[in-house]
């Protein structure tokens, strides 16, 4: 998977989707209530790694901070409750799912592409 941005910072994550017991442990310590379970774990995940990856920080520095909102496909996110960036998932392979994390106010810029 490639990620190409013209003049934004992005931030990019994808993950294989297989189950691994330490998931809900994570999801219960970090995540907010709706999203603790099996099926939304990746998504949230996805979405903090490609939010710190664009700030350029650790997960561990941001991740206890971090906050979504789920809005349609995508998600809002940002530190505390300030939801300046916007998250798109797409499958890029089957079995596997990436976010890609820009600023809220760029998303007439962004173009989601896969090739197989």
Known sequence: MVAISSGREI?????????????LHIARKYFQTW???????????????????????????????????AACDDMLIGLDEDFSHRVNFMSPVN?????????KDSSKDLELLTYR
């Open 11 to 23: 931030g990019v994550d994808a993950e294989q989707l297989i189950e691994r017991r330490y998931t």
């Open 35 to 69: 999203e603790q379970s099996q099926s939304l774990f990746y998504r949230a995940w996805t979405a903090r790694e490609s939010f710190a990856k664009l700030l350029g920080r650790g997960l561990a520095n941001v991740i206890a901070r971090t906050r979504v909102k």
């Open 95 to 103: 079995g596997y799912l990436a976010a890609v994390c820009r600023s």
